[in-house]
């Protein structure tokens, strides 16, 4: 079997941590940033970062579309942070904002609180054995799931931090700062 490639969208947010990330896995990793690089990846990571900064430069880059397209098909996702933001319904959109779709969750933004309000906490997530370090970073949080959606991970009080659906994988924190990999394995896990 070849090698699987996985995407980074590498239009804003932190990509580089992601490849690193992807890179001790031992897939091949491509920076996406053309609907061209798209068509060459079994999976995709959504980085966090500004989601309506993403939202828009997805557009003027003419990525919106192709990726849109490409979740609907089933190109399997993982969404971090902003990229959870940009798979689910956005409860507090920004002028103009919009999301790629993939989960049928609704989303809002920075739901912990500003930069001073991060916070890091150890998660149970399911799909992996032990707990997971996670850090949060002016955070989303799931306010609502739908039918057919997996809730995947919360935190102590109950707030849903991880879902999955389908080949859509969305996370409110960042394995990639803390050097975890687990998560990315489980992307990886469905091409």
């Known amino acids: 079997m070849s090698t699987k490639t996985v995407g980074v969208l590498a239009l804003q947010g ?14 091949e990793v491509i920076e ?3 609907p061209s ?8 990571v959504i980085p966090g970062g500004e989601s309506t900064t993403i939202s828009k430069l997805s557009e003027i880059f003419g990525m919106f579309d192709p990726i849109r397209q490409a979740i609907a098909n089933g190109l399997p996702v993982l969404g ?7 798979l689910g319904d956005i409860a507090d959109p920004a002028s103009g904002q919009k999301s790629f779709g993939g989960l049928d969750v609704t ?6 609180g500003n930069q001073n309000d991060s916070f890091e906490a150890d998660l149970s997530v399911t799909g992996i054995q032990g707990s997971v370090h996670a850090a949060f970073i002016r955070a989303p949080i799931v306010q609502r799931v739908g039918e057919g959606v997996e809730i995947i ?21 960042h394995p990639e700062v803390t050097g975890e990999t687990r998560i990315h394995q489980l992307l990886i896990d469905l091409i």
């Open 37 to 44: 690089e798209l068509s060459k990846v079994d999976a995709l």
């Open 14 to 27: 932190d990509v580089r941590e992601h490849v690193q990330t992807l890179n001790k896995l031992g897939v």
């Open 80 to 86: 971090t942070c902003a990229g959870l933001i940009m």
């Open 32 to 34: 996406v940033k053309t």
């Open 153 to 173: 991970s919360k935190l102590a009080d109950g707030r849903i931090v991880g879902v999955k659906q389908g080949k859509a994988i969305g996370i409110s924190f």
């Open 107 to 112: 989303v809002v933004r920075n739901a912990f």
